[in-house]
């Protein structure tokens, strides 16, 4: 009989990394680090313009100031999604006049993804309305991914919440980010969404970087919380070990039919210090003008920019509403200057 010792036993090796290797962080440990809620608060109470100046300059530390990354979306799989999320449009039990689709054929979906390349995006997001991918759901993904990467471009998926194993399927095939919001702060989630939980969405974010795979995360405002609450979900991601590499800010798309239809809209200067406060707690991390874009003014986007806003969804949808379109976003990147990067 061979005896094996623990570093020579992969799956024992991979056990071993899982112990040591900081797990990403409750609103327990946020509570207890660097960038709490208090101290992110209190980046959100600065005056305007010098919380603008602070983002400027950690941003001119880490990044070149006039380049935005361009990350464009699919829905593969469209509505009749089981889950409850009070924003979204693509909840089965919310009557947003929104048709369900199957998962597209891979065919497709290289189709979308070779335009965007054609159009100067450099990452191709798969989005798809599930709680998470069953294995057989997973096989033509993985596949899309495989596809998607050959071509040149960085691969993100959002499938929701996954299994053991897939993560490491999904790194296998190639896959470069898996987003997986933390959506709002823990104080608020329960009213927001109740068929799974905060710590379940932190349970995934370990599982895709186990697998060595990037983590999108970020969350969206303008769902009716405190300006506390908004520093409370920054103080979450910021507090992850390490912070998600790609962080999007999204502000809420008001869709039809959702409980969240008719909430009021966020003041524009509370986005644009949310964006600000990303910036400065996630120095080294990509922070994304997400949803909400194409209601924005120009003035108001350029002011993200300043806050260190440094990519963007390209492309005219999101997953099923409107985003701004390509004429528009190169417009107004020449007249900002903006290159893409
Ligand atoms: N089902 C998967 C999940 O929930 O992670 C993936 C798709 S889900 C549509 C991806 C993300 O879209 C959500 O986490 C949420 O942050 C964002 N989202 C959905 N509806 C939105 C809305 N109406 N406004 C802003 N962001 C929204
Ligand atoms: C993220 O944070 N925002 C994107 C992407 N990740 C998947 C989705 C925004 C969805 C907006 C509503 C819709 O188009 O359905
Ligand atoms: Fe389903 Fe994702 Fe929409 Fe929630 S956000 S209802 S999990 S598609």
């Known amino acids: 009989m061979t005896t094996s010792t623990a570093s020579s036993r992969p799956e024992i090796q991979a056990r071993e990394i899982k112990l040591v290797r900081p797990r990403s962080t409750s609103a327990d440990a946020a509570s207890a680090g660097a960038w709490n809620t208090d101290a992110v608060l209190a980046l959100f ?42 924003y979204c449009s693509q909840a089965k039990r919310y009557q947003t006049g929104l048709e369900s689709e ?82 709002t702060a823990a104080e608020m989630y329960d009213s927001i969404i109740s068929t799974h939980s905060q710590a379940d969405r932190f349970d995934t974010i370990d599982k895709v970087r186990d697998a060595g795979i990037h983590v999108c995360s970020g969350g969206i405002v303008g769902m009716g919380e405190s300006r506390r609450g908004r520093a409370a979900l920054i103080s979450q991601l910021a507090s992850m070990t390490p912070p998600p590499e790609s962080v999007p800010i999204n502000n809420l798309v008001r869709v039809e039919g959702t409980p969240l239809a008719d909430t009021p809209p966020l003041d524009i200067f509370e986005f644009v210090r949310t964006i600000a406060a990303a910036r400065i707690t996630m120095p080294t ?29 390209y492309g005219d949808k999101l997953l099923t509403t409107g985003n701004p379109d390509v004429t528009g976003d190169e417009a107004l990147m020449a007249k900002l200057g903006i290159k893409s990067v």
């Open 102 to 183: 199957e998962l597209m054929a891979i065919g497709e979906v290289v189709d979308k993804a070779r335009i965007a390349k054609e159009n100067g995006a450099s990452r191709f997001c798969m989005g798809a309305a599930w709680r998470g991918p069953k294995d057989r759901d997973l096989e033509p993904v993985l596949e899309m991914v495989r596809q998607v990467k050959s071509l040149g471009l960085e691969t993100c998926v959002t499938l929701g919440m996954l299994r053991e194993g897939q993560a490491a399927k999904l790194a296998d095939a190639g896959l470069d980010y898996y987003n997986h919001n933390l959506d």
């Open 45 to 86: 109470e600065l005056p305007f313009n010098d919380l603008m100046f602070r983002a400027q300059q950690v941003h001119r530390e880490h990044f070149d100031a006039n380049a935005v990354q361009r990350s464009t979306l699919l829905s593969i799989k469209t509505g009749g999604c089981s889950e409850d999320c009070g």
């Open 285 to 313: 991390s990509y922070v994304r003008l997400s949803a909400g874009r194409r209601e924005m003014s120009e003035e108001a986007q350029a002011m993200c920019f300043l806050a260190g806003a440094n990519s963007i969804f």
